[in-house]
Structure formats: structure tokens, C-alpha cells
């Protein structure tokens, strides 16, 4: 495995080939914790792992150098995944000071005994010298977590991005010039969705930092490292902080017992345009993980439930509280479904769309008990002219590119 | 006016333009903002704010 950023510079992390469930996001291409070892003079840790992969954190660092000879360990995030194995870290590099800003040792000290470590605080703009070297340290609040930091190496031009640019795919390979670019750029896209979406703002901010520095190798904390396609992944971060649509309409849908599924159906039939791309999901049948993929670069939304209990549907209610907190922005959208004596499925997705701020196309589209063929006409016509706002919205781009052409 | 930040997020709270969407008027200073008043980036309760510079 070639797990050499630069010279002296390692990759020491682990591999999770079988996770499958990253707290109730679907990983199935596994994960990976990524840690990184700078020699110089001195000596940084960038990051550890989550805490059952510890000791193999320790073999690796152990391959490249004396565990006494490591002089610093550096906490961009303190998240389980990466800071999880701290404690064991702290007390097997006996010469070792933990470098973090002031609210990630606060968050620290929360999770654990931190009482007993050494530590230097740092703020944006801060550097530690390692000899040739240079740590330079960019405070990062809300991507994704309030501690969140990224540690940059001028001299290498390499970026420690943290969470940020990252993908949860294992493999044997560790550069994006090793593994398929499409499916990790899927896989970014997918971590984007699923976990950063609800900072656009921020991102949008951190990008703008980033553009001033010199930047040749990104190395996030999870996937494969950006040595070749580094400008792909900012160019494509730059269109997922705004959610910028492509011409793709999206129908998501529960059912009882068929009735809104003919509506869904009926709907994405109409959507169907040249120009556009349609997208039907059912959401018992897909994970919410794809649904959240899914939404991001949607320009018009139909989401539909039946009425059950004078509500949505149980899963419809998951998928739209789990979307409502990752904040998508700028969609347009309606809601619609079947109810039989008593309204209230359609009724109560419109309300998690205008909580989203989307904006709201007509009122919702409904069926009592059966969609008669005037009903189910409606929902062509509605499918129609979603295709043709998404098209409106979309402006130039092109329906089903492929990632890596237009991410 | 005095203008306050975040300590959790960085966002700031501009008196000048208060925050129409949570029905704050523009010229309502930090003091003024309702006990319940959260950020509207991270959440983080008026406790969590300090003049900014």
C-alpha cells in the first residue's frame, strides 16, 4: 500500500472495511479513519482513530518512529470516529502534546479525563514549527462541528482537511488517482448530503480561506487523499454549499396501499422530459442515506404520503425530519397522497416543505381512497411542469452527467 | 451598536439589522433580544454570545 503523502509525511489510519451503519448513515462501501504522521525535527500526529482501532493506530506510527519520539498530536475534530482513541494515544506517546483549539479541549474534556495531558491551544493562524516544516492552523466552526479546525503544511502545500472532502470508501488504495474518480466523487457527494449540507454557509466561508492558500494535496479524514484531483473536489464543494440544482426532478413517496404510488408514478411519468432527469424513490425501499444524495442537486421536489392516523405516514415523517435538519436550500416542491374519510398526509408534508423554505408550487395534490384518471391526469401534469421548472432552475446543465463531469 | 458573536459558530448579530425572520426588528440591541433567542446558524443561546471587536 503506498501510504506516502510527501517525503516523510505518512498516512498511519485503519481501514473499516465492514461498517456498514456510520450512526444511521449507510456506508456501503465501508469507511476509513485517516491519520497522519509528520517527521521533521519534530514529530506530529495528525488526528487518531476510532477507539477499537487503537492499537493499530500504535503499530503504525510504531513502523515509522519511536513512540516516544513524537513530540505532538494534532486534534483537528472531536468526534469519536477520529478522537475516539485519544486516551490510549495520550498514554502511549509519553513525550506527546495534544494541539487543539479552545473549544475542541473543552469538548474533549467532556468526553474524557483530559486532566493528565499536556496541551497547547492554537487559533486560526497559529503555527508550530517541526523543523523544514511548518503546522499552520485554520479554525473551521460548523464544518461540520463548532471545534472543527484544519491543519495546513505550507511547505508542502498539503492541506489536513479534517471531515471536509472526505468519503466514506475503503480500499486498499490510498490516493484518488488509485481507486475509480467517479465513484469517490459519488461518495463525497453522499457524505456532502448526508453530513455538511446544513453548513453551506460556513463552507462556502472555508472556501473562500482555502482559495488564499497554495494547495496541491488535500488529505481529509476519511477516503482516499486528493493528490491528483484536488481542484475537482473544491469545484465540486462549491456547487454542493449552494445545492445547485441540475435539471433532476425528485418524487419521494409513502404508501399504504398503492394509491399515492399511482400518484408518485403518475407524477414521475410526467417529469419525464427530455432535458431533465426524474427520480423515483420509495421510502421504505430506499435508505434515507440515498434520499439525502438524492435531494441535494434536485431542482423541484414532489414528496407524497398517505394519511394515516390524520398524519403522514411514519417513514415519510423520518425522511422529512431527517432532510428538514440537513437544511437543502432553493428547491421548489409539493406535496401529495391519498387520504380516505380525513385529510392529513399531504397536509402535514407541506408543512416540513415550507419549514425548508422551498418554495411551494401549487397546494397538494390528492386522491380520495383510488386516483380517478382525472386525478391521476393531474399528477402528469404536475410531473410536467416540475420538469420544466427543474429545467428553468437548472439553467445550462445537463440531466445525468456523470459525476466527475459535472459534480 | 454593539455587535455580538457566536462563540460556538461565528456568526454574528448586527443590531442595525436586527433579525426580521425571527422578528426582530432592525435597531434592537443584543440586550433586548428575548431570553429564548438562539442562534440561527448553530442554536447556541444568547449565553453563548460576546461583544465582538
Known amino acids: 500500500m503506498d501510504t506516502t503523502l510527501r517525503q516523510d509525511i505518512d498516512w498511519v489510519g485503519c481501514v473499516d472495511w465492514t461498517i456498514r451503519d456510520f450512526h444511521s448513515y449507510k456506508t456501503e462501501r465501508g469507511a476509513t479513519y485517516n491519520a497522519y504522521l509528520v517527521r521533521d525535527d519534530k514529530t506530529a500526529l495528525i488526528d487518531t482513530v476510532k477507539a477499537p482501532y487503537a492499537e493499530e493506530l500504535l503499530e503504525n506510527i510504531a513502523r515509522l518512529t519511536e513512540l516516544a519520539e513524537v513530540d505532538y498530536v494534532v486534534c483537528n475534530h472531536a468526534e469519536p470516529d477520529h478522537a475516539g482513541s485519544l486516551p490510549r494515544v495520550m498514554e502511549s506517546l509519553p513525550s506527546a502534546t495534544l494541539v487543539c483549539d479552545k473549544k475542541c479541549l473543552a469538548t474533549l474534556s467532556k468526553c474524557f479525563d483530559a486532566s493528565g495531558w499536556k496541551t497547547e491551544i492554537v487559533a486560526s493562524g497559529d503555527t508550530i514549527p517541526l523543523g523544514k516544516r511548518t503546522l499552520q492552523f485554520v479554525e473551521t466552526p460548523m464544518v461540520h462541528w463548532p471545534e472543527s479546525m484544519f491543519t495546513y503544511v505550507p511547505e508542502e502545500k498539503l492541506l489536513f482537511s479534517m471531515d471536509a472532502f472526505g468519503q466514506h470508501y475503503a480500499s486498499s488504495q490510498r490516493f484518488d488517482d488509485e481507486v475509480p474518480l467517479c465513484t469517490v466523487l459519488e461518495e463525497a457527494k453522499t457524505y456532502y448530503a448526508n453530513i455538511v449540507m446544513p453548513y453551506g454557509k460556513q463552507v462556502a466561508g472555508v472556501l473562500e480561506q482555502a482559495g488564499g492558500l497554495d494547495i496541491e494535496m488535500i488529505a481529509p479524514s476519511h477516503g482516499v487523499i486528493w493528490r491528483t484531483h484536488p481542484a475537482k473536489i473544491i469545484e465540486a464543494y462549491k456547487n454542493w454549499c449552494v445545492c445547485r440544482p441540475k435539471p433532476k426532478v425528485l418524487v419521494v413517496y409513502d404508501t399504504m396501499w398503492e394509491s399515492t404510488g399511482r400518484m408518485a408514478r403518475a407524477i414521475c411519468e410526467g417529469a419525464s422530459q427530455p432535458g431533465v432527469e426524474a427520480v423515483l424513490l420509495h421510502v421504505r425501499r430506499s435508505h434515507l442515506t440515498r434520499i439525502a444524495a438524492e435531494v441535494i442537486d434536485a431542482a423541484t421536489v414532489a414528496f407524497g404520503s398517505a394519511t394515516l392516523n390524520r398524519g403522514m405516514m411514519p417513514m415519510a415523517g423520518a425522511a422529512l425530519t431527517y432532510l428538514k435538519g440537513l437544511q437543502p436550500t432553493g428547491k421548489a416542491a409539493f406535496a401529495f397522497g391519498s387520504y380516505g374519510w380525513g385529510r392529513g398526509g399531504p397536509e402535514a408534508v407541506q408543512k416540513y416543505l415550507e419549514a425548508m423554505k422551498w418554495e411551494i408550487l401549487r397546494e397538494p395534490l390528492r386522491a380520495q381512497y383510488r386516483p380517478a384518471p382525472e386525478v391521476l391526469d393531474e399528477c402528469r401534469e404536475a410531473g410536467k411542469m416540475l420538469a420544466e421548472k427543474a429545467k428553468q432552475m437548472a439553467g445550462d446543465r445537463k440531466p445525468g452527467q456523470n459525476v466527475c463531469v459535472d459534480p | ?53
Open chain 2, 1 to 53: 451598536m454593539q455587535k455580538y458573536v457566536c462563540d460556538i459558530c461565528g456568526w454574528t448579530y448586527d443590531p442595525a439589522a436586527g433579525l426580521p425572520e425571527q422578528g426582530i426588528e432592525p435597531g434592537t440591541p443584543f440586550e433586548d433580544l428575548p431570553d429564548d433567542f438562539e442562534c440561527p446558524e448553530c442554536g447556541a443561546g444568547k449565553d453563548a454570545f460576546s461583544p465582538a471587536d
